[in-house]
């Protein structure tokens, strides 16, 4: 379960998409995800079938608090026993929990308790799987490669969003809400013997990265890590901006924007898949390129960029003048969005990796959600576009930041 290989040099001449190791991950990620996208669906489906919408809406939310809660513990854990054991040990209780929950509605009709149970074990494995996929990479290639595996990541994920729907859709027409946990729950299965076949690579031994004698020491010396780190520190705060403002406007903010221009649950489609196809176009970008250069520069950059068109949403005069800007939008964010993760991957030291990822996901995954309510409530007192440009200028912020420290600004991917 823990095979190793030497640690790789600077520089590979096999770029990582051509590497049998790293397509190995790729596909068992590849086919978590979609799991993951099939689950949603599926629980969604059986919590309104089985109770009212607000209790539907509540096992949704079940998962999120442990998300969060633990998040930062998750990191600490794929640190100290290894991204490839802790991503392995993750999809096996995920599948097992969704595959019991499948046979119990097949034999049974128990009520919401067991969807909220799932909810509940899925968000706190996922609170250790996030900062472990994010951890691995470093294991996995030379640290040349990490822009371009950053870049396959992204695709992955976009993939399973556009093809994980349908699957989600047809496992539900098929058999019901325990078909579709039951596809959810093999399709998570593939994973594992691929990820057990996967070769990772030992860290240097350096005790000064030695797991501290607690938990609790090991999260402070990824915090001060972070803290401390002139390239990472103000790249938590420009992500952190960066999502917390685009967050609301492009969630519940454009349901509303959908619902009151008469555009509908066609419209938003529409404008969703436009955003999924900027995104997409610029994780191929970074896939095939492996690198770009002046990697600071042109995070700030798009993320600037990229809020004047999420502000620019609110006043698109008609549907396609919207899917229009969503691509741009999806365009500049998401070539941010791999930017900034791919210094993330390059800039830290793999000892902390784990912990730094989940600094970056709890900012991502647990409190910038916690703006749609709010969001929601301004649209209602304020209008759609006073909001969108609050939002865009608060996006914008996460931007400057990159732009005024020297040293993010100034940072470049390896060579």
């Not at 097992?96 to 509605?105: F, K, P, Q």
């Amino acid at each position: 379960m823990t095979a190793t290989l030497a640690a790789p040099p600077a520089s590979t001449a096999t770029p990582a998409h051509r590497d049998g190791n790293v397509r190995r991950w790729l596909a068992a990620y590849t086919s978590s995800m979609l799991g993951d996208t099939v689950y949603y669906i599926a629980l969604s489906w059986a919590a309104v079938r089985i109770g009212t919408p607000a209790q539907a809406g509540l096992v949704m939310a079940v998962g999120a608090l442990p998300r969060a809660v633990l998040m930062l513990g998750g990191g600490v854990i794929a640190d100290r026993f290894g991204p490839r054991r802790v991503v392995i040990g993750s999809d096996a209780v995920r599948c097992a929990a969704v595959l019991a929950v499948a046979a119990l509605l097949f034999l049974t009709r128990p009520g919401l308790w067991p969807l909220a149970l799932l909810a509940l074990v899925f968000g706190a494995v996922d609170a250790v799987f996030v900062p472990a996929v994010g951890a691995l990479p470093a294991r996995l290639t030379a640290q040349d490669q990490l822009g371009r595996v950053q870049g396959l990541r992204s695709l992955a994920i976009r993939f399973a969003a556009v093809v994980g729907a349908p699957l989600g859709g047809l496992g539900v027409a098929t058999g019901g809400a325990p078909a579709a946990f039951a596809l959810a729950g093999l399709l998570i299965a593939v994973s594992v013997p691929l990820l057990v076949s996967v070769r990772v690579r030992d860290l240097p031994a350096d005790p000064a990265d030695a797991p501290k004698d607690t938990a609790w020491a090991d999260l402070k010396a990824g915090l001060r890590h972070i803290r401390g780190h002139r390239v990472l520190a103000p790249l938590m705060l420009a992500i952190a901006l960066g999502d917390l403002g685009f967050v609301g406007p492009l969630n519940v903010g454009l349901t509303l924007l959908a619902d009151r221009r008469g555009w509908g649950a066609t419209g938003m489609g529409w404008i969703l898949a436009g955003f999924g196809t900027g995104a997409a176009a610029a994780s191929l970008l970074l896939a095939v390129r492996g690198r770009l250069p002046r990697a600071g520069l042109v995070a700030g950059c798009t993320i600037i960029a990229g809020s004047v068109a999420v502000g620019a949403l609110a006043y698109a005069p008609t549907l396609p003048a919207a899917v229009g800007t969503a691509v741009l939008v999806g365009l500049l964010t998401g070539l941010s969005g791999v930017m900034c993760g791919a210094l993330i991957q390059t800039r830290s030291d793999p000892a902390f990796l784990g912990r730094v990822t989940a600094v970056s996901s709890l900012v991502s995954l647990g409190l910038t959600p916690l703006s749609m309510p709010f969001a929601a409530a301004a649209i209602g007192a304020w209008g759609l576009r006073p909001v969108y440009v609050v939002s865009a200028a608060v996006c914008g912020l996460g931007g400057v930041v990159a732009l005024a420290v020297r040293v993010l600004r100034t940072a470049e991917l390896p060579r």
